[in-house]
């Protein structure tokens, strides 16, 4: 008998043991498939959670870039900060770059780095080489500012024209990513960030410095080097490491999580040899008591029932990762649950009455129905139960749980139970609310201004598309286009916080005006675009362009001050599938109105195209022009009304166009301000007048003054001094005549300080064109000039029936020669005008009847034959220093 037992223990052992390895091999690559699954998902979870930085981090930067004024891209990034660094505290700094890729403006660091080069940059390169692209995501780099490795991202800065006028450049450091806070598996996972655009890898690890050059994964470098995102699959062959790589959807970035090979398989390995190990000693006893006898085989198959249920318990365990676990017995509804579940309730496990119904009452009502309905079809057809609900705990705490279960039999073989888990994901559940209001936010800052509340560009192209859901393509639709007149002004005289008070104004007024028939968004710096759709929509939009003009011409209390301003409007009508055509129509639209002399509407027309196509072409040649010497000058004599000695002559700027011939300022002036080349075509005009007037000195005839025109705002250009210091030698008189005369009384105190710097170096000051309605009684006395230059219909039409000068022509002669001021006459046509002007007290006459305007050459000429004819005398010849 002993002998016997000793051979049913043997062989209750051996089977029990081959038994125990099937079921730990099996359940070991169970567990496997399951640590390299939740890998799979914490891979996705990552990549989720760079997408929704990045998405942030690409939105700011476009943002940005979509705020900052082309044509003053430093103040305007300047004012920008506050809110930028308020919104978007993880930019560690955001770079300002001018197309020569030179940093205008450094936010965050205090503009440490103003002027220097970046040009040789990646995050600079890509935007000039490709403007059309919306955002670059370039490799992370060393800053050559402070050594320290930064993730750049960059936009396009574009003007209305949409032209690249520059590059907005935001950095983030290794915080910003926050590893530490994605879900992942074990101490020893790996997290690499990707960024596609460069196929570089980047390591996230805690332990390691922030974005290393290469990611190290184990003891093997990963080095994807040029090959592409897309040929990698998702189990990257890493040596040692099991890992997924997932790439974001438009984000430019990917994810590498991985994990040691041999921690996954001991990690496996151990689960499955435990159940291995707890199958073999069951199966072996199992097999011992029924070798023993039929007396305990209803045990024995209790126990294997039993066996099967803690097996299904430990399985449910094992993937769920300790969430809480509960049975129900379905026929008569008794449930038990362990800590977690009593945790994730907050009930007490001494009070709780363990049944369903206890269960059901826990359930939020707004959930209970459909969450009931949803396990009584699981318990009808014996399927597994999946389902999302909330509840209330005792404490009247709102949580969402997952749930998640399967239908087995009991542990007596005729009951049926219902095992499963619940997952507490009231934390997840916030979390993707706050993605979804963070996405909201981000969307709405991404299409509205943030001084005025209004539409941005992007939110008026948004609000095109969304009308295009509305009417058809062919849809009547008129665009007006506002702009404020001379808003720099206001700028100057309230500052800037004034004037963004008055944008603010600008554009409630707008909306106001509109109402529900349009809408209004702020699409630059002072510029406010209107979209209206619907029938009679010229007439419509042109009596609500009067009725806003008239609007603005309303004052509008700042502080202690009146801001008074008024505003002009282009308007274009046309079909709805043009709206982006229709806003460039609107701008020429407005460039008319402004040309026409601003405070008013005009309507969009062909012929506006067309001059503006012109001005386009006249642009590009004066540029050309420049470089290629076009630009001259032509010198007009002036004389001694009473000797009728050469006194001077007024410097004439000219251009010698290739197929138009030679023009004259008004033709191309206005297009060289707008380009900004005034500066450099007062330097050629002054430069050629000096030389000029040391020709015409090696020929005998001397100039004792040279008068050129110039504008207030060149007068406020601190490079005007330069250009006059390093003018040529020139013994004479340099006087500049006030191209627009403008009431002093209200100028800057920046003009009077440089008209103060250019008397030191003896310029002398003229006013031209007194008496034409433009200058003012307060122009002499707050400008004191040298010299009044009277305006040319005043002498030409400056007599009266009995051929005596007009009374006005005697109050401004009078006027000057009380306040000591010398006059000059233009438009000296005849004798009689000559003698008319000598007689009146004039000092200076200059016109037709003296010469027209000549080149050196003619000059020469002219003199000489006035001489000759005992007309006009040169004086004496000086010397000239240099020549």
Known sequence: MLNDLWKALLLSVMLGCILGVAVGVRDTARNKAAIVSDLNRDALLAVDTVELLARNLRLAVTTVAANIDPDNMA???????????????????????????????????????????????????????????????????????????????????????????????????????????????????????????????????????????????????????????????????????????????????GVIVSRPTDEIDAEAAKAGTFVGSLTGILSALMLFIFLRGRVMLRRVRADARQLRLL???????????????????????????????????????ATFPATFEAWRERLHPADMANTIATFQKAVKTGTDLTAKFRILTPQGEERTLQASASITEGPDGRSKHMIGVNLDITREIAREMALKDALERIEHDATHDALTGIGNRRGFFYHVDALAARYREDAPTAVLLLDIDQYKMVNDVV???????????????????????????????????????????????????????????????????????????????GKLSAAHRLLEDADIALYAAKNSGRNQSQLYSHEMRVKSEQKKHLADDLTIAIEQGQI?????????????????????????????????????????????????????????????????????????????????????????????????????????????????????????????????????????????????????????????????????????????????????????????????????????????MAALGADILQGFFIAKPLNVPEFVTWSRQEAAEGGVTAPREQPLNGG
């Open 75 to 253: 103040d305007s990034a300047v004012q920008l900060w506050p809110q930028l660094s308020e919104e978007w505290r993880d930019f560690r700094t955001v770079l300002i770059i001018d197309m020569s890729g030179t940093i205008a403006a450094d936010l965050g660091r205090g503009g440490a780095a103003v002027g220097t080069d970046v040009s040789f940059r990646d995050y600079f390169r890509e935007i000039v080489t490709d403007p059309s692209r919306i955002y670059f995501v370039g490799a992370p780099i060393i800053s050559q500012f402070d050594g320290q490795w930064v993730l750049p991202v960059s936009a396009p800065i574009l003007d209305t024209d949409r032209v690249l006028r520059g590059v907005v450049t935001a950095s983030v450091e290794y915080g910003y990513f926050e590893p530490d806070a994605w879900q992942t598996l074990g101490a020893r996972t790996n997290l690499h960030l990707l960024a596609l655009e460069t196929g570089s890898v980047f390591d996230l690890d805690l332990e390691h410095p922030l974005l290393a050059p290469q990611a190290r994964i184990g003891s093997a470098a990963l080095d994807i080097g040029t090959q592409h995102i897309d040929d990698l699959p998702h189990g990257l062959p890493i040596p040692g490491q099991t890992a997924f790589v997932v790439r974001t959807s438009h984000e430019g970035l």
């Open 311 to 349: 097996q299904e318990r430990q399985r449910l365990a094992t993937s769920a990762g300790g969430i809480g676990i509960w049975d129900l017995e379905i026929s008569s509804g008794k449930v038990v649950w362990d800590a977690l579940m009593h945790r994730c309730y907050g009930t007490d496990p």
């Open 495 to 573: 500052g800037h916080t004034g004037g963004d008070h008055l944008l603010k104004t600008v554009a409630t007024l707008l909306e106001t005006a509109l109402g529900a028939d349009g809408y209004v968004a702020r699409i630059g710096g002072d510029e406010f675009a209107m979209i209206l759709c619907g029938a009679d929509l010229e007439n419509r939009a042109q009596t609500m362009s009067e009725r806003i003009l008239a609007l603005c011409r309303e004052p509008v209390p700042y502080k202690t001050m009146t801001i008074r301003y008024t505003a002009s409007i282009g308007i274009a009508i």
């Open 632 to 836: 001259g000058i032509r010198l007009q004599p002036q004389v001694c009304a009473r000797s009728e000695t050469l006194s001077g002559a007024e410097v004439l700027m000219r251009w010698w166009h290739p197929q138009r011939g030679e023009l004259s300022p008004p033709e191309f002036l206005p297009v060289a301000t707008e380009l900004g080349l005034l500066p450099e075509l007062d330097r050629i005009m002054m430069k050629q007048a000096v030389e000029a007037a040391k020709t015409l000195a090696r020929q005998g005839i001397v100039l004792p003054s040279l008068s050129m025109n110039i504008s207030v705002e060149r007068l406020t250009q601190p490079d005007l001094i330069a250009d006059v210091a390093n003018l040529p030698d020139y013994p004479g008189e340099l006087i500049f005549e006030l191209l627009e005369a403008t009431d002093f009384s209200c100028s800057h105190q920046d003009v009077f300080a440089r008209i103060a710097e250019l008397r030191d170096l003896g310029v002398k000051f003229a006013v031209d064109d007194f008496g034409s309605g433009h200058a003012s009684l307060t122009t002499l006395l707050a400008l004191n000039p040298d010299y009044v230059k009277i305006d040319k219909r005043l002498v030409i039409e400056g007599t009266t029936d009995a051929a005596s000068p007009s009374p006005f022509l005697i109050t401004i002669s009078e006027l000057c020669h009380r306040l000591d001021i010398a006059t000059i006459a233009e438009g000296v046509e005849t004798r009689e005008t000559v003698d008319m």
